[in-house]
């Protein structure tokens, strides 16, 4: 696991926030097909299937994928797709945390959590 310094978890936030965009957007549109892709994997179940805009549905989730390993190859958890919620571990007095940023928030992590406490548990820096 990668640890951050504060200062290198800032210089990453301009290479994330385009990739956490298109995350979000992406997110969006698998929602949008959730139902569907649902009641044709039942129907597949019994012989039927298909689903309309099927291939659509299947390239954004290739899309997911290739966006979440961007991530994951930096060494930056994803916490939450839709807000674009993510996390840089770090270490703080001996301790592993995270150093908690999401889509809005600006150019700089002003927050941090250790890891038991999650999104609920963040401190300012």
């Known amino acids: 696991m ?3 310094t504060i200062e290198e978890a800032n210089e990453l936030i ?3 926030r385009p990739i956490l965009s298109q995350i979000k957007s992406i997110y ?5 097909f959730r139902e569907n892709s649902f009641a044709a994997s039942n129907s597949a179940q019994h012989g039927g ?23 994951d190859e930096l060494g ?16 703080r007095d001996g301790e592993i945390v995270l150093l908690c940023w999401q ?6 992590i002003e927050w941090w959590h250790e890891i038991e406490s999650g999104f609920a548990g963040r401190k300012r820096v």
């Open 28 to 32: 969006r549109s698998i929602n949008f």
């Open 76 to 91: 930056i958890q994803i916490k939450d797709y839709d807000r674009g919620l993510i996390d840089f571990p770090s270490e």
């Open 49 to 71: 299937g298909g689903m309309e805009s099927g291939s659509h549905y299947v390239n954004q989730l290739l899309k997911l994928g290739d966006c979440t390993a961007k991530l």
């Open 14 to 16: 301009v290479t994330v």
């Open 2 to 4: 990668k640890l951050f």
């Open 103 to 108: 889509l809005g928030e600006g150019d700089k």
